[in-house]
C-alpha cells in the first residue's frame, strides 16, 4: 500500500527539549512538506521540499529544522527556540506540477509541551 | 502574501439539504483549487479540485470556480451526518512553485 506515515502519533516534550517528527512516503514523490494546525486554525506551512538535499523556508519557520536526505523522508526536528510547540504537525506530500496537485497527508503527530 | 479566505462558521444544515462553502483567493494567477475533507482529530483528505471556469460535478460534490470574481465554492446536495467536518479551501501560488495556501477551514454541522 502506498502512502505517508508519521511517528509518533502523540508526543510529548519538556521545556527546553528538541524532538524529531518522523514523516516516510512511499509514493514516490518529488515534493514533501510540513504543516502545523493550531485549534480552529488552517494549515500553515512550515517548511517545504521539491527535491531531495533542498528545502525552503514556509510562512512559520522560526523555531524548526528539517533535512532531506532521502526522497522518502522528510524529518521534522522541534527546537528549543519554538516558543509555542504544542499543535498537531501533518505532514504532507505531492507529485509536485508546476499549476499545483493534490497533496496526501500522513496520520499527524499530535505534540503537547509539558 | 497570497491570502486565501473561508467562513469558519459553524454552517449548520438538516440532512438532506444544500450545503454551500465560499471560498475567495487573492491570487489572481492562481490555476487550481482544491477542497479538502477533514474530521475532528484526522488528517485532511482531498475531496473534489477544479481548473477552469465553471462547475465540476462529482457525485454529490459540485464545485464552482468563477475566477474573475476570485470565489471557488463546494455544494454538497443530500448532505447527510457524515458530511460533518471542517472543509478546507486550498488554493496553489502562481509563479511556478504550486505551494498552497490553506484557508481556516469551513465548519460544517448536518443534523438529523
Known amino acids: 500500500d502506498g502512502g505517508i506515515t508519521q511517528s509518533p502519533k502523540y508526543l510529548f516534550r519538556k521545556e527546553g527539549q528538541n524532538v524529531t517528527l518522523s514523516c516516510e512516503q512511499n509514493?514516490?514523490?518529488?515534493?514533501m512538506y510540513w504543516y502545523r494546525q493550531d485549534p480552529g486554525q488552517g494549515l500553515r506551512l512550515i517548511y517545504y521540499s521539491q527535491i531531495v538535499n533542498d528545502f525552503q523556508k514556509g510562512d512559520i519557520a522560526e523555531g524548526y529544522s528539517v533535512s532531506r536526505e532521502k526522497k522518502e523522508s522528510f524529518p521534522l526536528t522541534v527546537t528549543s527556540a519554538q516558543k509555542n510547540p504544542t499543535a498537531f504537525y501533518l505532514c504532507a506530500s505531492s507529485i509536485g506540477t508546476p499549476q499545483g496537485d493534490e497533496q496526501f497527508f500522513g496520520p499527524g503527530t499530535r505534540l503537547t509541551v509539558l | 502574501q497570497k491570502e486565501v479566505e473561508q467562513n469558519s462558521g459553524p454552517l449548520s444544515v438538516p440532512e438532506g439539504a444544500i450545503a454551500s462553502l465560499n471560498c475567495t483567493y487573492s491570487d489572481r494567477g492562481s490555476q487550481s483549487f482544491f477542497w479538502y475533507r477533514q474530521y475532528s482529530g484526522k488528517s485532511p483528505e482531498l475531496i473534489m479540485f477544479?481548473?477552469?471556469?465553471g462547475d465540476k460535478e462529482d457525485g454529490r460534490f459540485t464545485a464552482q470556480l468563477n475566477k474573475a470574481s476570485q470565489y471557488v465554492s463546494l455544494l454538497i446536495r443530500d448532505s447527510q451526518p457524515s458530511d460533518s467536518a471542517t472543509y478546507l479551501c486550498?488554493?496553489?501560488?502562481?509563479?511556478?512553485?504550486?505551494?498552497?495556501?490553506f484557508g481556516r477551514g469551513t465548519s460544517l454541522i448536518v443534523h438529523p
Open positions: 509514493l514516490n514523490h518529488d515534493a
Open positions: 486550498a488554493v496553489p501560488t502562481s509563479g511556478g512553485s504550486y505551494i498552497p495556501t
Open positions: 477544479i481548473y477552469s471556469n
